[in-house]
């Protein structure tokens, strides 16, 4: 048995690392509910522009260059992951869901949000055209909106042909699983499964023509979907983080709970032998006294 001092040692060494992951729980549950007040609200304003360009496509006819598919297969792919780990398997999750897309296609741009997936593809030799750093940390629009004009650019000089975005779809504080997107070209449709098309109950008037609108919705609409996919996986993560710090202070109160007993059993060992030393010291002494 460990003695005493070692004992005390080691409880104040996991009292102090539960204190850490008890902080990280509680700052990521805050995180997490600050991430699903941004999804609503992006939610809203995503499903607005998507409800005008339907609107545009279905009462007017027109050739748009976002909207027709191209013959080449040059593709360009946005991975979102985290910063940093200690967030269970949601790194390892969207990482290895990312790698498996990206050797089924041809992948001549690579876009990494995130420090780990940045670090996970060059591990692997796989050039990162840039990384935005920080972004996963703290999604926002301005940032957001730099990077679509950045990936739009190559995409208007027929560097690539398709833009895809890899990221962690938030359903529930439990469940959050990997998706793929389409951005570019865009199909209309693709989006629709959970924002089924809007009636305006009029017809809707355009100026100066619905073309040059419908054009001016297309970045917007793409930072729109960008900026949605950066917070589903922030509140993912965060998700992730909680639940796995939860799980990290539940084992450090059942190893506190273990060494307190193991600490009271070997003092209690030790007080024992401290009164069987008395006693016998006593004993012994009393002999040797004359009669």
């Known amino acids: 048995m460990a003695n005493i001092s070692d004992i ?3 409880i104040s060494s996991i009292k102090q690392t539960r204190q850490i992951t008890n902080a990280m729980y509680l700052i990521s549950a805050s995180r997490m509910r600050k991430a699903m007040g941004g999804i609503e609200q992006n939610r809203a304003y ?5 409800d005008i360009m339907r609107d545009i496509r279905e009462h007017t006819d027109f050739q748009h260059p ?3 598919h191209r013959a080449g297969d040059k593709t360009a792919f946005v991975i979102i992951a985290g910063e940093k780990g200690l967030s ?10 990312a790698e498996q897309r990206i050797r089924e296609s041809n992948a001549t741009f690579l876009y990494t949000v995130g420090n780990m997936a940045t670090n996970y593809f060059r591990r692997r030799s796989k050039e990162v055209h840039e990384n935005f750093a920080h972004i996963a940390e703290e999604p926002g629009i301005d940032t957001t909106r730099r990077m679509v004009t950045n ?3 190559l995409y208007d000089a027929g560097k690539i042909d398709e833009l895809r975005v890899i990221y962690t779809h938030f359903i529930n504080p439990i469940l959050h699983r990997p998706r793929e997107m389409k951005l570019l070209p865009i199909l209309l449709d693709s989006f629709g499964i959970s924002h089924p098309p809007k009636d305006f109950g ?3 008037f355009y100026e100066p023509l619905p073309a040059q609108v419908f054009s001016a919705m297309v970045p917007q609409f793409i930072i729109g979907y960008l900026y949605g996919a950066l917070v589903h996986s922030y509140a993912s993560e965060n998700c992730a983080r ?8 539940k084992s450090a109160d059942e ?4 060494l307190t007993r193991q600490y009271h059993s070997a003092r209690q060992l030790a007080i024992t032998n401290e009164i069987s030393e008395i006693v016998g010291s006593s004993a012994a002494f009393e002999e040797e006294l004359p009669t």
Do not use: C, Q
């Open 202 to 204: 009029e017809e809707m």
């Open 242 to 249: 909680m639940m796995a710090m939860e799980s990290a202070t």
């Open 88 to 97: 269970g398997s949601y790194n390892r999750d969207i990482l290895t869901f």
């Open 66 to 68: 976002y909207l027709t």
């Open 8 to 10: 005390r040692f080691h």
């Open 46 to 50: 995503f499903s607005r522009a998507l």
């Open 151 to 153: 990936i739009m650019e």
């Open 255 to 258: 190893v506190l709970e273990k």
